[in-house]
């Protein structure tokens, strides 16, 4: 993110938008990841579950995103699930119509169906393939979008490879480097991301890191980076897996995003993964980002400054009319 970035940011937050849209397209998904938070029964409410929830289809569907998207008027839109590819056809719809809008569209998906050829070398668009491991970790947490299906689904396409790191994959020494040494060499991988898996409070799933395998996660990116160039992490941004934000009042991320779940009304809160999450154990790649760059100054206050300024006079402003209407 440059000055430019910040600056589009901060102005469409100051006109009582975030920037930042995230929508669960579908509450579908033909995987069963283990600790998938989308369907951890805390994801939303703590009553209603992500599979019970109302979605669409059709025209129904690219109407209302199209209607929503119009409302909030974010800048970068990420279109997750569920596994979006379930409603490929609609997004073939959409993709031109949101991106005809001047909004940088995004689209996480595990590749487990093919990817439509007319997505080929569109600008401001970017699809984010989840891969989880090396084939023997993955293919056993992720079938069957497997390693085998992702490659054919893939070829011809620049994807973005995003890991979720967890601490099965730090058992082994080299993981990090063979994982990073595949996908360095692949022709459709145009960039790298590596986050870390992020709990619940209280939560003692078998995927959580120790605090010594994220200093070793964290040494062997650092070490790995100047080899492998599709890794597209900063310094800074790998640094700040170190010390993420303590609480969401402190997650820029999180400030600056709106999380629609798939009837497009019920907002996820405190960020994408709903109910409680434990900031101290953040490994989401897109938050550290963020909060290493929270405190760089721009017209002579941090960013966080900045955005938590606005945020004030954004609330008094909404106030002010209230009072006046
Ligand atoms: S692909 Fe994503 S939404 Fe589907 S089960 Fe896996 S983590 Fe959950
Ligand atoms: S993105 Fe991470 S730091 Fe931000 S609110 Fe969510 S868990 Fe906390």
């Known amino acids: 993110m440059d000055r430019n970035d910040v600056m589009k940011a901060w102005a469409t937050f100051f006109r009582g938008h975030k920037p930042l849209l995230s929508i669960e397209l579908t509450k579908e998904c033909p995987l069963r990841c283990p600790g998938c938070y989308a369907y951890d029964p805390n994801h939303l409410d703590g009553v209603t579950l992500l599979r019970d929830l109302a979605d669409f289809k059709g025209d129904q569907l ?35 119509l949101l991106l005809e809008r001047g909004i940088y569209v995004q689209i996480v998906t595990s590749a487990f169906r093919p990817i439509p050829a007319r997505w080929k070398g569109l600008a401001n668009f970017k699809l984010v393939v989840s891969i989880d491991g090396l084939p023997a970790e993955h293919d056993c947490r992720r079938s069957p979008a497997t390693y085998e299906r992702i490659l054919r689904n893939i070829a011809g396409h620049d994807i973005t490879v995003h890991c979720t790191v967890t601490s099965q994959m730090m058992q082994r020494i080299g993981y990090i480097e063979e994982f990073l040494s595949f996908w360095q060499q692949r022709p459709e991988a145009a960039q790298i991301w590596m986050s870390i898996f992020t709990p619940q409070r209280g939560s003692m799933d078998k995927e959580i890191l120790t605090r010594t395998e994220r200093e070793l996660l964290v040494r062997e990116l650092l070490r790995l980076r100047p080899t492998i160039s599709k890794l597209d992490m900063s310094s800074d941004m790998i640094k700040a897996f170190l010390s993420p934000p303590r609480s969401p009042g402190e997650c820029m991320f999180s400030q600056v995003t709106e999380t629609l779940s798939a009837d497009l009304s019920t907002r996820i809160t405190p960020c994408q993964f709903g109910g409680d999450p434990d900031c101290s154990q953040c ?22 400054k900045l955005f938590d300024i606005s945020n004030v006079v954004v609330k008094g402003i909404r106030h002010f009319k209230r009072m006046v209407a």
């Open 62 to 96: 690219v109407e209302r995103v199209l209607a929503k998207v119009d409302e909030l008027a974010p800048l970068h839109l990420s279109i997750v699930g569920g596994d979006p590819l379930v409603r490929y056809r609609e997004l073939i719809l959409l993709v031109p």
């Open 283 to 304: 490994g989401c790649a897109a938050s550290v980002g963020l909060h290493s760059i929270a405190h760089r100054t721009f017209v002579g206050v941090s960013v966080h």
